[in-house]
């Protein structure tokens, strides 16, 4: 199910999303308007799970133990790779 909203845009905004369809960059100002708020979606659910990521990492850091070897494990890793 899909639901209507309605909104107002500065003239600015209305003639570059025009220009967006004009050039075939999406079929209608309705597709650039969903793509807009699905990437505004998706950008602020990475942003939470990022800070939920660096929240848990506060209350409980990495120790000693689990870092130790990363350096050279990163090496190893660069040294694998065919450039």
């Known amino acids: ?17 025009d220009a967006l369809v004009a050039e075939g960059v999406v079929r209608s100002r309705s597709e650039a308007v969903r793509i ?3 990437n505004l979606l998706e950008d ?5 799970v990022g800070q939920q990521i660096v929240d848990a990492y506060r209350r409980q850091p990495q120790t000693a133990g689990e870092l ?3 350096d050279e494990a990163t090496r190893a890793l660069i040294t694998e790779e065919p450039w």
Do not use: N, W, Y
């Not at 909203?5 to 600015?12: I, K």
């Open 1 to 17: 199910m899909s639901q209507q909203l309605v909104t107002r845009l500065d003239d600015r905004i209305v003639a570059q999303v």
């Open 36 to 38: 807009a708020l699905e």
């Open 44 to 48: 602020h659910r990475r942003k939470r």
């Open 68 to 70: 130790s070897g990363l």
